[in-house]
């Protein structure tokens, strides 16, 4: 079973930044759009941002001009850039791969629009 690999999470205060890492296995040529999703404990998996292969980002509107979503010029790594960090982030966050050789004009922010995942990293954020 492929899993990609998150880093980067960790405790911040409130209205500080972290940069979450994810790293998608070389293979990997056919996955056209990659997201970030968290997920609060007795909650749904929610999607945060995404990002297709020409660029093209999308976000939830909670984080919205405070989160960045991009990738290295290998495409082998996924970034989350969170700044203006609110408590309401805490939660376990996971980074995604689409479903191979699927395009999407935007994409998705859908948990079930997603193959592969990561085990997840915890990102807690104080007062």
């Known amino acids: 079973q492929v899993l990609l690999a998150e880093s980067g999470g960790g405790s911040a205060e409130a209205g500080g930044s972290l940069i979450l890492s994810c790293t998608l296995p070389?293979?990997?040529?056919?996955?056209?759009?990659m997201g970030w999703f968290r997920q609060c404990p007795g909650l749904e998996r929610e999607g945060v941002a995404a990002?297709?292969?020409?660029?093209?980002?999308i976000y939830a509107s909670s984080v919205k001009g405070r989160f960045t979503v991009s990738r290295d010029n290998t495409k082998t790594t996924l970034y989350l850039q969170m700044n203006s960090l609110k408590s309401e982030d805490t939660a376990m966050y996971y980074c995604?791969?689409?479903?191979?050789?699927?395009?999407?004009?935007?994409?998705?922010?859908?948990?079930?629009?997603?193959?592969?995942w990561g085990q997840g990293t915890q990102v807690t954020v104080s007062l």
């Open positions: 995604a791969a689409g479903h191979p050789g699927k395009w999407a004009l935007v994409p998705p922010l859908s948990p079930s629009e997603y193959s592969y």
């Open positions: 070389r293979n990997f040529t056919s996955i056209y759009y």
């Open positions: 990002l297709a292969g020409d660029g093209r980002a």
